[in-house]
């Protein structure tokens, strides 16, 4: 299985947030491979109008902020923040650089190292590991030393693999979750993408 290259992530975010459902989000943790088949996806800032639900687009005028600028490209590079005072979030850098563009991984079915998933959840039962960003990240222990990673350089710790390509007809879309008080059309916006009656998707 190769690893995804850069021309991969250069493109808008909801390209490559459809395109990333069924590939291999690899993490090297102690030297050997924890991995989950990506299963949902959400798409930020991938238009010309400014994104009222995306930290690059809402915050400074849509310029880089020390917490946003890694967002703004280059893209195949992780894009990782702290939200809600406890959870960290995994994101891929996308699109143009000087451009916020980015797609969250959103859930994750567990492939390997499933006893260090465990562990780092604190044996909760395996549906309950990578079903949401934030606990994708405890099971494979991301945080923000991860902001900033080449994901396509052969030497990083976390990278993604095509494993095959997912039918589209598997493929379900819908507004993305969780935004709270974020105004329409971007609240309703379909740039949430999902594998169709995969037990590990969020809700």
Request: proline share 6%; glycine share 10%.
């Amino acid at each position: 299985m190769e690893r995804l290259e850069v021309t991969f992530f250069a493109r808008g975010a909801n390209s490559v947030a459809a395109e990333l459902l069924g590939k291999l989000l690899v993490r090297l943790l102690d030297g050997k491979r924890v991995s989950g088949r990506i299963v949902e996806t959400e798409a930020y800032c991938d238009a010309d109008e400014p994104d009222l639900a995306c930290h690059g687009d809402r915050a400074n005028n849509g310029l880089p902020t020390p917490r946003t600028e890694v967002m703004f490209g280059p893209p195949g590079h992780a894009y990782v923040y702290f939200t809600y005072g406890m959870h960290w979030m995994f994101n891929v850098v996308t699109g143009e650089v000087g451009q916020a563009n980015a797609v969250l991984i959103r859930a994750l079915e567990p492939v390997e190292g499933e006893h260090m998933m465990a562990n780092n959840r604190l044996n909760r039962p395996r549906e309950l590991w990578t079903n949401g960003p934030a606990k994708l990240a405890q099971a494979l222990a991301i945080n923000g030393s991860f902001n900033g990673l080449n994901l396509c350089n052969d030497r990083s710790l976390i990278w993604i693999e095509d494993i095959g390509h997912t039918p589209e007809r598997t493929i379900a879309i819908g507004p993305r979750i969780g935004l709270g008080k974020t105004p329409e059309p971007w609240l309703s916006i379909p740039w949430r993408y999902w594998l169709e009656g995969n037990k590990f998707v969020s809700i």
